[in-house]
Nanobody, 127 residues
């Protein structure tokens, strides 16, 4: 079992930046893929960014070039640096993880198939 806890959300103006963190505990050895998902009140949950254990990354098209995902395996941590934020980036951001060897791109599509999820951290971007 893996427990994931997110932090770093908040309220910012459009154009601002936030850095989200996700800390894993429990059976963290050999976690292969970690990913960020977001859900707004009127949209389905969507994959935002993912990274595998070899450092390969994938991004949802609308955040490419603005968001950067990274992980520190020694600290069992996942990060999401978000720049040039837009109102449409608002939502509940959750991290997810799996020991299975999904590619980063596959994990964004896998969504609910990933077994470990945090409760999320809220991001609100005002115009």
């Amino acid at each position: 079992q893996v427990t994931l806890v997110e932090s770093g959300g908040g309220s910012v103006q459009a154009g601002g930046s936030l850095r989200l963190s996700c800390t894993a505990s429990g059976s963290t050895a050999n976690i292969y893929v970690m990913a960020w998902f977001r859900q707004s009140s009127d949209l389905d949950r969507e994959g935002v960014a993912a990274i595998d254990n070899d450092g390969r990354v994938a991004y949802e098209d609308s955040v490419e070039g603005r968001f950067t995902i990274s992980r520190d395996n020694a600290k069992n941590a996942l990060y999401l640096e978000m720049n040039d934020l837009k109102p449409e980036d608002s939502g509940l951001y959750s991290c997810a993880a799996d020991h299975e060897d999904w590619t980063a791109r596959q994990s964004l599509a896998a969504g609910p198939l990933l077994p470990y999820w945090g409760l999320g951290t809220q991001v609100t971007v005002s115009s």
